[in-house]
């Protein structure tokens, strides 16, 4: 939101899907884009934005992230909460960190954060059922070797499995080199703490 904000108010979200970000950034004042491919999320993400009375400043668009279906140039784009994670190999991450930097006006910021996990989460969590929420269990089953973990959640309306694929922070950092980004910055968590080499990064990067 803050970095909507600054950046005066109009922003690109990649995997936009129910709102949990959007909504609140529209109700904040921006206008947002927001691409996702799954029907079912944008479905839920407009109804949420009837209800929050943000409508017209959210335009949702079905699409894939690796080829937005948007015309406009912005000075911001996010993919927010580890999309960029359905993404399977360094082809994918490298088209999908390309068509960002295609959407972003001199001096535009892609911002988005991705995971990479520890040995201690992947020994704790690997092949075990853990209550995530009342009612809502989540499974991880962790691939070393491919990197990759297959998520599979279940609850009172049903049950679903997805695989993403993590690579190394390093990886991210040559990968936005690659496309054509310069890093401003990569943060361990939301607030802006330094990275120090936990799970979870934060990526601004800029247009080079
Ligand atoms: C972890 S959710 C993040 C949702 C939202 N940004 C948030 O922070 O709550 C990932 C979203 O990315 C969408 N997604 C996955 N692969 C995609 C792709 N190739 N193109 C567009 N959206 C994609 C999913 O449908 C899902 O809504």
């Known amino acids: 939101m803050d970095e909507a904000l600054a950046a005066g108010g109009e922003v ?14 529209a ?20 109804d949420r934005a009837r209800e929050a009375g943000v409508e017209a400043r959210l335009d949702l668009r079905l699409g894939d992230l690796r080829k937005p279906p948007v015309d406009e140039r912005v000075l911001l784009v996010t993919c927010p909460f580890r999309s960029y994670l359905h993404l399977r190999d360094d082809g994918e991450r490298l088209e999908a960190l390309s068509a960002s930097r295609e959407l972003l006006r001199s001096g535009g910021r ?4 991705v995971f990479t996990p520890s040995r ?11 209550e995530r929420e009342p009612g ?73």
Not at 12 to 25: D, F, K, W, Y
Not at 27 to 46: E, F, K, N, Q
């Open 12 to 25: 690109v979200e990649l995997g936009v899907g129910t709102g949990r970000i959007a909504i609140p950034t």
């Open 27 to 46: 109700l904040a004042g921006a206008h947002v884009i927001g691409v996702d491919s799954s029907p079912g999320m944008l479905a839920v993400c407009a």
């Open 110 to 113: 892609l911002v988005f954060d």
């Open 120 to 130: 201690e989460d992947i020994e704790e969590t690997h092949g075990r059922w853990i």
């Open 136 to 208: 809502i269990d989540e499974r991880a089953d962790w691939d070393l070797s491919a990197q990759t973990l297959t998520l599979s959640v279940r609850g009172p309306q049903g049950s679903s499995t997805m695989t993403l694929w993590w690579v190394e922070p390093e990886r991210w950092h040559s990968l936005l080199a690659e496309a054509g980004f310069q890093v401003v910055a990569c943060y361990g968590w939301f607030d802006r703490r330094p990275f120090t080499g936990g799970e979870d990064s934060v990526w601004i990067a800029t247009r080079t």
